[in-house]
């Protein structure tokens, strides 16, 4: 089985794939071309599944060389797992309704899933998922907050009912469904979270780690 990670570019991609295939990995260029991928595996019971690190893309209608190999790939794929920046849904959201109309067996992962709450952004998981028609999981690649889940829900990946659309149509479908699922709220972040953000940050890091 082959499974294909795509998404927009930075939105953790890359890292959610190191979560998921650890260390031993190859990078490729796709035939033909200079645009590299990486390529992983990852055992499910007796089963070994590749995993690949799609180059990003906006777009299925690609405008880069990139963007044409990421539609070539996604003709190679068993399962997409679409990654997604939960902190900026609406822009993400274009990516995920083309893939499913390509009819492909799919799953989201809802990534930066912690950066939503300190944001103030609510979002309405299992609504989404209703809405999408496939497995909407949320997750943080660089803790690995929900990739266990992620893994354990590849079975589930489903092909949507979702029609061809025009893209303004698409833009319309977009907007409805983030006035369903999300909304947003103003917060204050307590001290914990100010220490563990800055704990993450290169320097702020570094320092906490010092002391």
């Known amino acids: 089985m082959k ?4 998404g927009n570019p930075n939105v953790g991609k890359s ?3 190191s979560r998921i295939t650890g ?6 260029n796709y035939p033909g071309t200079t645009v590299e991928f990486t ?3 990852l055992k499910i019971g007796e089963n070994q599944v590749e995993v690949i690190d799609v180059p990003g893309t906006y777009t299925l209608e690609p405008t880069s060389r990139a963007e044409e190999v990421a539609v070539e790939m996604l003709k190679e794929g068993d399962i997409v797992i679409n990654v997604v920046d939960a902190t900026n ?3 993400n959201l274009d990516l995920t309704l083309q893939l499913l109309e390509k009819k492909v ?3 989201v992962a809802l990534n930066m899933w912690d950066d ?3 944001r103030g952004i609510n979002i309405d998981v299992r609504k989404l998922e209703g809405l999408l ?3 909407v999981v949320p997750t943080v690649a660089v803790t690995g907050q929900g990739v266990k889940e992620l893994i354990n829900r590849l079975s589930d990946a489903a092909i949507s009912e979702s029609s061809l659309v025009s893209r303004e149509e698409r833009w319309t479908n977009i907007g409805n469904m983030v006035g369903q699922v999300q909304s947003l709220s103003h917060r204050h972040h307590t001290w914990l979270e100010r220490i563990a953000d800055v704990s993450v940050h290169p320097v702020g890091g570094l320092f906490i780690a010092a002391v």
């Open 105 to 107: 067996p799919m799953m």
């Open 39 to 41: 390529r992983g595996h």
């Open 89 to 91: 849904l609406e822009r």
């Open 15 to 17: 890292a959610l794939f």
């Open 116 to 118: 939503t709450k300190h």
């Open 3 to 6: 499974v294909l990670l795509m």
């Open 23 to 28: 260390a031993r990995v190859t990078i490729s």
């Open 133 to 135: 028609g496939v497995p």
